[in-house]
């Protein structure tokens, strides 16, 4: 069975950092891209960042220069760095694995609050 959990989420207030971890059980992380994406209310889901098997890293423009996404295939982690955090990127943020020809994985979300 396939798990992505998703962990880091909170309230923070504009200006401040956190960092998401993404634990994920069931597959053969170092073969999978992985990625982490997110929605807000009212939009669509959208890329924020994503890390190749090979550790290639790709970031959507708003959040280039602020975000970093990172994996640890011994633990079989993905983690995305926050910081300089604006009230836009507020959303439910969430981790997703990907290979070729097999089925796309999610986790739960976690929720990721900016405000004042």
């Known amino acids: 069975q396939v798990q992505l959990v998703e962990s880091g989420g909170g309230l923070v207030q504009p200006g401040g950092s956190l960092r998401l971890s993404c634990a994920a059980s069931?597959?053969?992380?170092?073969?999978?891209?992985m990625g982490w994406y997110r929605q807000a209310p009212g939009k669509q889901r959208e890329l924020v960042a994503t890390?190749?098997?090979?550790?290639?890293?790709n970031y959507a423009g708003s959040v280039k220069g602020r975000f970093t996404i990172s994996r640890d295939n011994a633990k079989n982690t993905v983690c995305l760095q926050m910081n300089s955090l604006k009230p836009e990127d507020t959303a439910v943020y969430y981790c997703?694995?990907?290979?070729?020809?097999?089925?796309?994985?999610w986790g739960q979300g976690t929720q990721v609050t900016v405000s004042s």
């Open positions: 997703n694995a990907y290979r070729p020809f097999l089925p796309n994985y």
């Open positions: 069931g597959i053969i992380f170092s073969m999978y891209d």
């Open positions: 890390i190749r098997s090979g550790g290639s890293t």
